[in-house]
């Protein structure tokens, strides 16, 4: 599930040479807010991850103008006082943001999350986070619980970043400026140069790995580029306001770039390829913004914008932003219930009171009276200190979280060949209580269904979803030629199914093939919405030529066997009838899966597990470890109508198939969280991988029984 609502940039505040800029203090605060309501409410404002470019554009613009300042009064830049005041300035609050965070996390969040919040908040201090989710990929949300305390620092490292290679590119251009006759040439171009490419680069990454692309620094680099190249030329762009035409000229520009700002917030979402070419709508729009200076004539959005409440929510802006995130992910553990809007709207007075308090007591003083007349090598030297500080603390949170996790690995281990392992539980008369609280409290990433064994690698011939390689061979035909064929086929809900078919799979020698994507229908149909979020057009092409390319290697090859899960009850589709979904389904399940078992292929159809309704999860069973009922849910709510397993049942073929395990999750009127020891649910939306293994004995029983 792609979403970008806790992707944002950092507001802050570079010390510059010139009084303070109420524009810039108004632009700041615009978009502080579009982030802050983009999480706290992200279908509102699907776009407000525009506030990464807003904040880029404008740490552009103040840094540069800093440091030609400087280098036109003494010809040099003092990196060591530079880089001395950006961490008096920056440090002090993010890291009592991330500790404190971190601790309320080691209170609050169950025991496993510890582990991967201790490591991102390690990358966090390091300012290296945004190369941490790189390498992941990862996309979040507020509404993924999962999600850590620090996960908002990537932007806070990519300018940390800017602002450590920035002033060397900016010196390296200015001494080659000063040896020619049109120095103010030589630098525009030089920055032109480097924005250009790392646009370019942007562009490219973006369409062939859209979400490596929203983290690494090259594709944020033209961002920051874009202001230092106004600047570099500000003199040039309105000149003196004091004329009227120019003065119009800047209100329209303010107007402009204000519209293009909110436009790309409200019409941007999880769809739009991002950091793209797109990104340059709000990029253009701060441009102008800043481009046109403080002037402005009286019906100029800067009239507005100068009130005292939008100049003080500029100046807090950096705090606030620090604050509302971890805030927004630890809050439902504290006072243990899923969020709603009186909630969010605590959270967001909270957020700002913290964001007041912080800045008057850490901030200020930070700056201002922290290392008072300190020479730049001892406030280095003390951010060292701080810094290893940090890094302790969190690497005994490494530790501790990771102890944790291998004495329950051997819970889990002795648990697990018992007669009331989890869903076993259910058919033995031995076991006292299923329903009790469980036995493993910390079920980890070790739960997670993406997983693989040995035998799996990729397909040497790929299918593809977008840029994505979507199929993988497990072979386990110990070289036998009469090995069957089986396709394993869904979004991340058949995934979770992946921990009883490779076991069957090994048991009969099968060869398997498993193409995956997250939240995409394997039917002909455009998905129009996920989760009630409405799809774009990208994703819906995506999913589209996907399952295409998946039908056309069934029907050229067709293999023995093929499993289908989907998550359908959350996959809306559209094909343009208008009829209720049960009936759309229908017919899109038989256009697609007709023709397979028309040529002799066995379909089975897995029907999808109960929702947790934000309550079956693991940290609704951390916060109630007594009483684990209380994360149960009725059945009517939690197991609704599984549209693609209707559809199967509703064609009435010999060869198709439905495997329904829903009554190893719901026994009765009642859905459970916990049975027979463990976790039935990994996250907010998938079974833990133990459970599903548990389940073995049971799937292939009901396997069998269709073959016979």
């Known amino acids: 599930m792609t979403d970008r609502t806790s992707v944002v940039g950092s507001p802050r505040r570079p010390q510059t040479d010139s009084p303070q800029r109420h524009d810039i203090q108004a632009l700041r605060a615009l978009a502080v807010s579009l982030v802050v309501v983009n999480h706290l409410w992200p279908s509102s404002l699907s776009g407000g991850y525009v506030g990464v470019d807003v904040f880029f554009v404008i740490s552009g613009f103040l840094i540069t103008k800093h440091l030609l300042g400087e280098l036109r009064r003494s010809n040099r ?39 991967a919040i201790g490591w991102e908040t390690i990358a966090a201090t390091l300012y290296v986070e945004n190369w941490l989710l790189a390498a992941q990929s990862v996309d979040y949300s507020a509404q993924n619980n999962q999600a850590s305390t620090v996960q908002h620092y990537w932007s806070l490292s990519v300018e940390e970043q800017f602002y450590l290679l920035w002033p060397l590119l900016l010196l390296g251009a200015y001494l080659l400026a000063g040896r020619l006759r049109s120095p103010r040439a030589v630098l525009l171009t030089v920055l032109a140069v480097v924005g250009v490419a790392s646009f370019v680069f ?31 030329a500000s003199s040039a762009w309105f000149g003196n306001h004091r004329h009227h035409v120019r003065l119009r000229l800047a209100g329209f520009a303010q107007w402009s770039g204000l519209g293009l700002i909110l436009a790309s917030a409200l019409v941007f979402d999880e769809a739009t390829a991002f950091p793209g070419y797109l990104a ?89 009276r922290l290392l ?83 035998e799996c690698s990729p397909h040497p011939d790929p299918i593809l979803a977008g840029a994505k390689k979507v199929l993988t061979l497990c ?47 394997y039917v002909g149909a455009k998905r129009s919405a996920f989760m009630g979020a409405a799809t774009g057009e990208k994703v819906q092409t995506k999913c589209l030529d996907w399952s295409a390319a998946v039908s056309d290697r069934v029907l050229a090859d067709p293999p023995d066997l093929v499993f289908l899960s989907s998550f359908s009850v959350g996959e809306e589709i559209d094909d343009g009838t208008g009829r209720s979904q049960a009936e759309q389904y229908r017919t899109a399940f038989s256009d697609r899966v007709g023709p397979w078992a028309a040529q002799g292929t066995e379909v089975y159809v897995i029907r999808d597990t109960p929702l ?91 396997f069998a029984a269709t073959t016979s």
Request: charged residues 15%.
């Open 77 to 115: 830049i003092r990196l060591g006082q530079f880089y001395a005041r950006r961490a008096k300035r920056l440090l002090p609050a993010a890291f009592v943001v991330a500790v404190t965070s971190l601790l309320a996390a080691a209170i609050y969040l169950p025991s496993d999350r510890l582990l």
């Open 202 to 232: 942007s562009v490219v990454l973006t369409f062939a790995s859209p979400s490596e692309a929203y983290f690494v620094t090259p594709t944020r680099v033209w961002e920051f580029a874009v202001g230092g190249l106004i600047a570099a």
């Open 280 to 368: 340059a709508v709000p990029v253009l729009g701060t441009a102008l913004v800043i481009a046109s200076g403080p002037g402005s004539p009286a019906w100029s959005p800067n009239t507005l914008l100068g009130v005292s409440p939008v100049q003080t929510l500029g100046n807090i802006s950096y705090s606030l932003y620090l604050w509302h995130w971890p805030i927004i992910i630890l809050l439902p553990s504290i006072i243990d219930r899923t969020l709603g809007t009186p909630d969010l709207l605590g959270a967001l007075l909270l957020s700002v009171v913290l964001a007041g308090l912080t800045k008057k007591y850490v901030e200020d003083p930070g700056r201002s």
């Open 372 to 454: 008072p007349g300190a020479s730049p090598r001892r406030v280095l030297g003390m951010t060292a200190v701080a810094t290893a500080t940090v890094l302790v603390i969190c690497s005994g949170s490494v530790v501790a979280a990771t102890v944790a996790r291998a004495e329950e690995v051997q819970r889990l281990d002795a648990l697990s060949g018992g007669e009331c392992f989890g869903a076993k539980s259910l058919s033995s008369s031995g076991c006292a209580d299923p329903f009790g609280p469980p036995q493993v409290a910390n079920i980890g990433e070790g739960e997670a269904p993406w997983f693989d064994d040995e």
């Open 475 to 521: 072979d386990f035909s110990d070289g036998q030629d009469d090995s069957e064929t089986v396709w394993l086929i869904g979004d991340s809900h058949a995934e979770q199914w992946k921990a009883a078919v490779l076991p069957l799979a090994r048991e009969n020698n099968w060869t398997l093939h498993v193409s995956l994507v997250g939240g995409c229908p």
């Open 612 to 702: 947790t309704l934000d309550r079956s999860n693991p940290d609704c069973l951390a916060r109630n470890e007594s009483s684990p009922l209380d994360c149960a849910n009725a059945k009517t709510e939690a197991l609704p109508a599984d549209p693609a397993a209707d559809a199967a049942r509703a064609l009435e073929q010999p060869n198709i198939h439905v495997l329904d395990l829903s009554d190893r999750f719901c026994p009765d009127d009642t859905c459970y969280a916990a049975i027979g020891g463990l976790h039935v649910y990994f996250d907010q939306d998938h079974a833990a991988r133990s459970y599903i293994r548990s389940l073995i004995p049971d799937f292939a029983q009901r």
